[in-house]
């Protein structure tokens, strides 16, 4: 979560991000998101670079006028003044102004996918991408690997999702391989999704089922806990025989576990007394 004198720098940020960008097309925007992603690589792997557009010691005139000065004749002048105003907010650390710029192209992505109507895909692309990843150990590990080269493992989930994907999609996939605010891989990915529902206004439930749920009990199940919540939720099922039968939910921190699984477990403790 942000300090509030970096949730302060960033709304800024996206508020200028926003009103530049009213007028553009989905295109133009995923282009400008493009663009905040290759400042935020750019501030990953110059540590230098992210304390002299942090140092308190420099009005934010001065900060932003440094990143000007870099970036000139580079970038468009909507990335430019963004990440300008981005960075003559203060922050707490260097590696806050690092977690907000990739926020900020998360967000930007979101706003495209969402401007051209496919948010909904991405959300479920995202979903479906990490069970993939999840269920084969050789892709997690290469995936996942630090030392392995950035390039060539964005260049292999672009060869795995050809026209299979979004390219927000893609775009989001690939922050996940950056490590998006400090996370692992796959944690990254989860944290992806949860955004993109919550940019469609929307709760996630993980739900764990010893077998595919047929399109009529997802809907009796997202419906109840519409209910519960307040609002629309976002079913992600789970396929897991062992648990041999019921339902495990999972919203935010809250777990409704009614697998027999669970119930044999709690029998067996019980006999064990």
Same mark, same amino acid.
């Given at each position: 979560?942000? *300090?509030?004198?970096?949730?302060?720098?960033?709304?800024?940020?996206?508020?200028?991000?926003?009103?530049?960008?009213?007028?553009?097309?989905?295109?133009?925007?995923?282009?400008?998101?493009?663009?905040?992603?290759?400042?935020?690589?750019?501030?990953?792997?110059?540590?230098?670079?992210?304390?002299?557009?942090?140092?308190?010691?420099?009005?934010?005139?001065?900060?932003?006028?440094?990143?000007?000065?870099?970036?000139?004749?580079?970038?468009?002048?909507?990335?430019?003044?963004?990440?300008?105003?981005?960075?003559?907010?203060?922050?707490?650390?260097?590696?806050?102004?690092?977690?907000?710029?990739?926020?900020?192209?998360?967000?930007?992505?979101?706003?495209?996918?969402?401007?051209?109507?496919?948010?909904?895909?991405?959300?479920?692309?995202?979903?479906?991408?990490?069970?993939?990843?999840?269920?084969?150990?050789?892709?997690?590990?290469?995936?996942?690997?630090?030392?392995?080269?950035?390039?060539?493992?964005?260049?292999?989930?672009?060869?795995?999702?050809?026209?299979?994907?979004?390219?927000?999609?893609?775009?989001?996939?690939?922050?996940?391989?950056?490590?998006?605010?400090?996370?692992?891989?796959?944690?990254?990915?989860?944290?992806?999704?949860?955004?993109? *529902?919550?940019?469609?206004?929307?709760?996630?439930?993980?739900?764990?089922?010893?077998?595919?749920?047929?399109? *009529?009990?997802?809907?009796?199940?997202?419906?109840?806990?519409?209910?519960?919540?307040?609002?629309?939720?976002?079913?992600?099922?789970?396929?897991?025989?062992?648990?041999?039968?019921?339902?495990?939910?999972?919203?935010?921190?809250?777990?409704?576990?009614?697998?027999?699984?669970?119930?044999?477990?709690?029998?067996?403790?019980?006999?064990?007394?």
């Amino acid at each position: 979560m942000m *300090a509030a004198v970096n949730r302060e720098s960033y709304a800024a940020a996206v508020e200028k991000l926003t009103a530049d960008s009213a007028s553009v097309t989905a295109a133009q925007l995923a282009t400008i998101a493009d663009e905040v992603l290759a400042v935020a690589r750019l501030l990953r792997g110059e540590p230098r670079l992210r304390r002299a557009l942090t140092d308190p010691s420099r009005s934010g005139e001065e900060r932003a006028g440094l990143f000007r000065s870099l970036v000139s004749g580079k970038l468009s002048v909507i990335t430019v003044d963004a990440i300008a105003q981005l960075v003559s907010g203060r922050f707490s650390s260097p590696h806050e102004l690092l977690d907000a710029t990739e926020r900020l192209a998360v967000d930007t992505v979101l706003s495209a996918g969402d401007r051209d109507g496919k948010l909904a895909d991405v959300e479920d692309e995202l979903f479906r991408f990490g069970q993939v990843v999840s269920g084969n150990s050789e892709l997690a590990v290469t995936l996942s690997d630090p030392s392995a080269p950035a390039d060539r493992k964005a260049k292999l989930v672009e060869d795995l999702l050809k026209s299979k994907a979004q390219p927000a999609t893609v775009q989001l996939i690939k922050v996940a391989l950056d490590g998006f605010g400090g996370r692992g891989f796959e944690s990254s990915l989860t944290k992806l999704v949860e955004l993109t *529902a919550a940019k469609r206004d929307r709760e996630i439930a993980y739900v764990t089922a010893a077998k595919l749920l047929g399109d *009529a009990e997802e809907q009796r199940l997202a419906a109840k806990l519409s209910d519960i919540y307040g609002r629309q939720v976002s079913l992600k099922v789970l396929v897991d025989p062992s648990i041999i039968g019921g339902l495990s939910v999972r919203v935010g921190s809250d777990l409704y576990d009614g697998t027999i699984l669970r119930r044999l477990n709690a029998a067996r403790q019980a006999f064990a007394k």
